[in-house]
């Protein structure tokens, strides 16, 4: 299975943006799945998780401010994020949880501008 981040972009802060994870199969059925963010000179973290059953996690930076969203039917992922600030800039990857289901893609970059 491969999975493709895209819709990243340069935006201001407060504005809206969402970004979007297509797999090349029916993956999100099957898996728990994640929104994983890695901002310049830090580590990747976790941002937002959906299990099978649509439950729904959120890191707290992003609680309130992010929503993930599955549509199996195009096999993809979303992730609409509103609100946005400086902080949240970084480049965006979508993968499993825990276990990684794919190697690191190139993701897709997001930066906000203050």
């Known amino acids: 299975v491969q999975l493709q981040a895209s819709g990243g972009g340069l935006v201001q802060t407060g504005e809206s943006l969402t970004v979007s994870c297509a797999a090349s199969g029916d993956i999100f059925r099957s898996n728990v799945m994640g929104w994983y963010r890695q901002a310049p000179g830090k580590q990747r973290e976790l941002v937002a998780a959906?299990?099978?059953?649509?439950?729904?996690n959120y890191a707290d930076s992003v609680k309130g401010r992010f929503t993930i969203s599955v549509d199996n039917a195009k096999n993809t992922m979303y992730l609409q994020m509103n609100s946005l600030k400086p902080e949240d800039t970084g480049v965006y990857s979508c993968?499993?949880?825990?276990?990684?289901?794919?190697?690191w893609g190139q993701g897709t970059q997001v930066t906000v501008s203050s």
């Open positions: 993968n499993c949880i825990p276990a990684l289901c794919v190697l």
């Open positions: 959906i299990s099978r059953g649509g439950s729904l």
